[in-house]
């Protein structure tokens, strides 16, 4: 079992929808969860980060963390075609500093 | 502006060379310097974890004789990808800690194509 999990996608949704991404995390020591957007080619960036059960929002970024069910979730309301892109979950496992990042799901906004 | 420097951003060497990708905090002493690689459609798998002044810890399947890593200095650490070989083209990524902070930030990347 892969220690992050993500849906490769892609995933297709019309400009303006709601985009919901996922991702499930197998150790249950896991601290910290973050979302990165990767454009081909470059290097991730940082969107949003979350430590604590429940949602936390940043403009059109929601994250939501269900550490009972190990699963946290990122929404892009109002997508927009510059959203394109792949999304890495990444977490941080009890007694490592590094980051353990899923392998990513590709969005596809449509104009 | 970026505050981490990764030089160079695409590389293509020929079979048996060796190649140095190097990583440079630019406003705050980074102790410690991850590295990770990305194959095409694939995640960033970490392959070491480099503290300044003291051995690179390695991940599993990781040879550190192949990949050397050196840490000399607070803003600067060194991936060399030594004797190359087509299988270790990937994009290669570092990531560093505010010693101060514990913020992460990332590079911005090295391409590495190997013919």
């Known amino acids: 079992q892969k220690e992050v999990e993500q849906n490769s996608g892609p995933l297709s949704v019309p400009e303006g929808a709601i985009a919901s991404l996922n991702c499930t995390y197998s150790?249950?020591?896991?601290?910290?969860f973050f979302w990165y957007r990767q454009y081909s080619g470059k290097s991730p960036e940082l969107i949003m980060f979350i430590y604590s059960n429940g949602d936390k929002e940043d403009g059109r970024f929601t994250a939501q963390l269900n550490k009972a069910s190990q699963y946290v979730s990122l929404l892009i309301r109002d997508s927009q075609p510059s959203d394109s892109a792949t999304y890495l979950c990444a977490v941080t496992i009890a007694g490592r500093r590094a980051l353990t990042f899923g392998s990513g799901t590709r969005l596809q906004v449509q104009p | 502006g970026a505050v981490v420097s990764q030089h160079p951003s695409w590389v293509i060497c020929k079979s048996g060379t060796s190649v140095k990708i190097e990583c440079r905090s630019l406003?705050?002493?980074?102790?410690?310097m991850f590295w990770y690689r990305q194959f095409p459609k694939q995640s960033l798998m970490l392959m070491a974890t480099?503290?300044?002044?003291?051995?690179?810890?390695?991940e599993q399947g990781v040879e550190k004789d192949k990949f050397l890593i050196n840490h000399a200095s607070l803003t600067l650490s060194t991936l060399t990808v030594t004797s190359a070989h087509p299988e270790d083209s990937s994009f290669y990524i570092c990531?560093?800690?505010?010693?101060?902070?514990?913020?992460?930030?990332f590079g911005e990347g090295s391409r590495l194509t190997v013919l």
């Open positions: 480099s503290n300044e002044g003291s051995k690179a810890t390695y």
């Open positions: 406003d705050f002493q980074a102790t410690t």
């Open positions: 990531i560093t800690t505010n010693a101060n902070t514990g913020e992460l930030f």
């Open positions: 150790d249950r020591g896991s601290q910290s």
